[in-house]
Structures are given as C-alpha cells and as structure tokens.
C-alpha cells in the first residue's frame, strides 16, 4: 500500500470549531453535512457539491486536497481517508474543525 493518497473533501464548519467563521450551529451543520451525503450516494458530483457548499478553500478546486501522507491531517481525517478504497467516499467525519466528507480520488 502506497503511503500517501489523494483525496477531496467538503468541509461544513459551525460556530466555535477550530478556524470557523460560520455562524451555523453544530446541530445544523451536520444536518446539512447529512442532507449533501444522501445528495453524493444518489449520484452528485463530490466535486460540484464541494464547490457548492465546502468551508474549505479547496472547494474552488472541487474539494482536492492533493496528495498527502498519512500524519499529515488530523487524526480523525487521517483515521477515515487511509481507510479508503480509490473512489470511495466516507460517512460523515467529525474533526475539530467541523463535519466532513471525504472522498479518496488516488
């Protein structure tokens, strides 16, 4: 297995998590991190919905965070996208900066 992969991901923030500006609540943020989910496994496009709703800057790049080995997230990000087979998107992952979905691409 290769030490690093490629994956993109959408990243919903609420207030008071690590770096946010969003004034979403916690509860709300994951209901809507639930509602995008349901959207990707009847077949939306994980980059057009990362462009559309992610709070993270790599959403201009449909959520691409390029190549990364394992370590360089955080431990919960890192946990769920070395789990990963190529193509396959996560469930719902809880970090300290918010809710995320990922998808591993490579």
Not at 3 to 19: E, N, T, V
Not at 41 to 51: Q, V
């Amino acid at each position: 297995m290769s030490d690093q992969i490629r994956a993109a991901h959408i990243l919903l923030m609420y207030k008071g998590s690590m770096r946010s500006q969003a004034s979403r609540t916690k509860e709300e943020a994951l209901s809507a991190i639930s509602e995008i989910m349901e959207e990707i496994r009847e077949g939306a496009d994980f980059g057009a919905m990362a462009r559309q709703y992610s709070d993270c800057p790599s959403s201009e790049d449909g959520g691409d965070l390029g190549f990364f080995p394992k370590g360089a997230m955080v431990p919960e990000f890192d946990m769920a996208a070395f789990k990963l087979e190529p193509g396959e998107t996560s469930g719902v992952v809880e970090t300290p900066f918010g809710y995320h979905l990922i998808q591993r691409t490579d």
